[in-house]
């Protein structure tokens, strides 16, 4: 799976502004329902069930980034969108430093496999240091997809 | 490593496969042994000791991973690592 698989090319942010772990979610969320991908009457329940989810454990995966997700019947296919944090979010992260770079991922409950796949990719990738620190240092939206751009097209 | 390599296949059975939450117990379980620990699932090989990695596996329900640790206590924690695997990470039908 690649990013432009998932990815909501509309909700992408380069300019997170919330600070706290719930603001961030939040922020990111409503980008997704900007995008049109989340309907509103369902925004305050997947919010709810990432916040329900990062308490059974951070998803802040180490390197300054974070998967927050959940699997919501909320939506049709699995969307995410990508946020970069100038100042850095506090997220009980396992490796105890900020978080950077999130993914923000819902998917549909019967679809785990996609969700699996997802997760495949942004840590395939993340393990590549340049990449995950010009993903971080991105200062626009354009940046951001660029990269994730350029990264789809280095697959096979 | 040290002594000889030790390997332990198991399959994947928990629905929801190797997720974020999954992973993380299968490091932190690692990192309690010396030995390194390696994972393969077909030709992919990744260290048990790193979720990137370890998420890196994509494994779904029915995944079948090895499990291979060479080092002094390799034995116990592969033991340790395939009930975790077997077990469903204590999960039950949890979501996410």
Do not use: W
């Not at chain 1, 019947?73 to 995410?80: F, I, Q, S, T």
């Not at chain 1, 990738?125 to 993903?135: H, N």
């Not at chain 2, 939450?21 to 990744?46: G, P």
Request: net charge negative; glycine share 8%; with cysteine.
């Amino acid at each position: 799976m690649k990013f432009g698989d998932f990815v909501i090319r509309e909700a992408v942010s380069a300019s997170v502004a919330a600070e706290d772990k719930e603001g961030v979610i939040r922020e990111l969320a409503q980008m997704l329902q900007k995008a049109g991908v989340l309907i509103p009457s369902e925004y305050e329940s997947v919010v709810k069930a990432i916040l329900k989810r990062e308490e059974l454990g951070s998803t802040g995966i180490g390197r300054g980034v974070a998967v927050p997700h959940t699997k919501h019947p909320g939506v049709e296919r699995l969307v995410a969108t990508v946020g970069v944090s100038r100042s850095g979010v506090d997220f009980n992260s396992l490796d105890g430093e900020k978080v950077q770079l999130l993914f923000l991922l819902i998917s549909p409950p019967d679809r785990p496999g996609d969700h699996l796949r997802a997760l495949e990719n942004i840590s395939r990738q993340l393990r590549d240091e340049t990449f995950c620190k010009f993903l971080k240092q991105a200062k626009s939206p354009e940046e951001i997809l660029q990269l994730l751009d350029e990264a789809d097209g280095n697959q096979y | 490593m040290t002594g000889q390599k030790l390997s332990r296949t198991v399959v994947v059975t928990s629905p929801q496969g190797l997720h974020v939450r999954s992973a993380d117990l299968f490091v932190k379980m690692a990192s309690r042994y010396q030995t390194e620990i390696e994972v393969v699932k077909d030709n992919l090989r990744v260290n048990g000791k790193s979720i990137l990695d370890i998420l890196m596996l994509a494994a779904t329900e029915g995944t079948t991973l090895v499990l291979e640790a060479g080092g002094a206590d390799a034995a116990e924690a592969l033991e340790a690592l395939a009930e975790l695997i077997e077990q469903n990470f204590g999960e039950q039908n949890s979501s996410s």
